[in-house]
């Protein structure tokens, strides 16, 4: 069989002879064979492509095979199952939904960034900093004659950071201590009124604990009065010891409690659970998925662009926000004054929004995961192409949602014997914007249930309404519509009531003064 072009570069008569053509044929030909060499290779290189993927894909599936094989297989010093388990009886009630698996597999942003389209609009991103410097820069000198970056917003806000860590630290020493002690307490064999006495001491050590972590950052916060970054860390801190502590205790007390008949004490290694404290999931497991080793200028680089995302909040709100806000409360209330800062706002509440999920979900979690070697780096998935807010709310923040789909919704059901499936999802919601209001008021300083309302009501209707069922292109305009349009409102509200707290103070405070928006009825 003759090689694949040969045709193009000579033809043949009937007699061996070659034929004869017209003079600009063989121009022609001539032209064609490049093009066939370089098609040629196109498809080697696509062929190539498509087998790495696949190779990947392959491997992902049988990592996450021999995980699940893992997860499921006790440690030697638990007791085996039976090989004929008992039926359940009437009181008891049946498991619902899966475990969380946990595999390797890199985070979505940093497989996009290997494609060249998609690192231009990364570059964008990066361009628009550098217009926000540059318009700074140029405004300062042409108003005052200086070039000078002011950071007034900045430091302003992570004022008294010091003594936001230092707080940090007697919270941290009381999630690592109590709830692996009180476990311990509990893992000793049952030994008459001595093991009441344990089990008695164990649940005054977690309520230390959870008196400590509730009560501490807020007695710091009110009393020194911190800036909102601070406070903000204090938040994230004392919500994420939280939520990690009650994945521990429920994922080690039933295991526990069952292997107490056996010698000795059952508990999980204090190692393991200190690995757990730091790592970048809220679910316990006493192993996960690990990498080789630490690429130590991935971790500098994604903390260089955590802090880049934090200037460039800082720009947004002191170029976008202050200007028009600042002065608002001192104006009278009116509806096309409202609907005109909401529509302004829009475009810096998105900003803000890509910029936290960036900052924090991608870069602030992929550098400790990589210094600790955590596998799994999926701590969020492709939400931007959601058709509906159901979807969203399940891509935005795997982390988070994989702790209310464990502890909140699995276990509702499992309380409700699976017949309140509507009921297990309004307790998510519920869970979820109580802890986003908290954490509202706690960083900004008081109560303005802004986000309660966008959360749980205009949320929880969205849930329902735009559900999987809908897809097409039209669904994800509308989904980016309606963001746009809350985070315009909460940007809005949210700078209205700050500014007309600190214009309009009360003379006298009281709990319904507290309560009541400001900015309804302030107009110094």
Not at 59 to 70: C, M, P
Not at 125 to 137: D, R
Not at 338 to 367: D, E, K, R, Y
Request: proline share 6%; charged share 15%; glycine share 6%.
């Amino acid at each position: 069989m003759e090689p694949m072009g040969t045709h193009l570069r000579r033809r043949e008569g009937l007699g061996g002879e070659p034929e004869e053509r017209p003079s600009g044929e063989g121009n022609t030909e001539t032209h064609r064979a490049p093009d066939l060499v370089q098609w040629t290779r196109h498809m080697e290189a696509v062929k190539m492509q498509l087998l790495e993927q696949a190779q990947e894909k392959l491997v992902e599936l049988l990592d996450r095979a021999i995980w699940e094989a893992i997860q499921s297989h006790p440690p030697q010093d638990r007791p085996l199952p039976s090989p004929h388990p008992a039926p359940l009886s009437k009181t008891q009630k049946p498991s619902f939904g899966r475990r969380k698996v946990f595999v390797v597999r890199k985070s979505l942003l940093d497989e996009l960034m290997e494609v060249q389209h998609f690192r231009t609009i990364y570059h964008m991103f990066i361009a628009g900093l550098c217009v926000f410097i540059i318009s700074t820069l140029a405004i300062d000198f042409i108003d005052e004659g200086r070039l000078v970056l002011e950071f007034d917003l900045l430091i302003f806000s992570f004022g008294q950071l010091p003594l936001a860590l230092v707080t940090w630290v007697p919270m941290f020493l009381a999630t690592l201590l109590a709830p692996y002690q009180a476990l311990r307490l509990w893992a000793r064999p049952r030994a008459g009124g001595a093991w009441m006495l344990r089990a008695v001491l164990g649940c005054v050590l977690l309520a230390a604990h959870a008196a400590v972590l509730c009560v501490l950052p807020i007695h710091v916060a009110v009393k020194h009065e911190l800036p909102p970054a601070s406070r903000c860390i204090l938040v994230f801190e004392q919500v994420r010891l939280l939520m990690k502590s009650y994945s521990f205790l429920r994922e080690a007390v039933p295991g526990t409690l069952r292997a107490r008949g056996c010698e000795g004490i059952w508990a999980p290694s204090f190692s393991s659970y200190l690995y757990f404290l730091f790592c970048p999931t809220l679910i316990y497991r006493e192993t996960y998925p690990r990498t080789p080793s630490v690429r130590w200028n991935y971790v500098a680089k994604n903390f260089a662009q955590a802090l880049g995302c934090v200037l460039y909040a800082c720009f947004i709100l002191g170029r976008l926000c202050v200007p028009i806000f600042a002065n608002m409360s001192r104006e009278p209330f009116s509806t096309r004054a409202l609907l005109l800062s909401i529509m302004h706002a829009t475009l810096p509440g998105i900003f803000m929004l890509l910029l936290i999920f960036f900052a924090f979900l991608h870069c602030w979690l992929n550098a400790f995961a990589e210094m600790l070697r955590f596998g799994d780096r999926m701590f969020y998935r492709d939400w931007w192409n959601s058709t509906s807010f159901s979807n969203y709310y399940r891509t935005w923040n795997v982390v988070v949602h994989d702790w209310l789909y464990s502890y909140v919704y699995q276990d509702g059901l499992w309380l409700l014997g699976g017949r309140g499936r509507g009921a297990a999802m309004l307790g998510v919601f519920l869970v979820s914007a109580v802890v986003h209001e908290y954490i509202f008021c706690f960083v900004l300083g008081f109560f303005y249930p802004v986000m309660l309302m966008l959360f749980l009501v205009i949320g929880g209707l969205l849930n329902f309404t735009m559900n999987d069922r809908h897809t097409g292109p039209a669904w994800n305009v509308l989904m980016w519509t309606l963001l746009f349009l809350g985070q315009g409102i909460q940007v809005s509200l949210y700078c209205q009531e700050w500014y007309a707290r600190r214009h309009c103070p009360l003379p006298q405070t009281t709990f319904w003064g507290l309560l009541t928006p400001r900015s309804w009825s302030c107009h110094a």
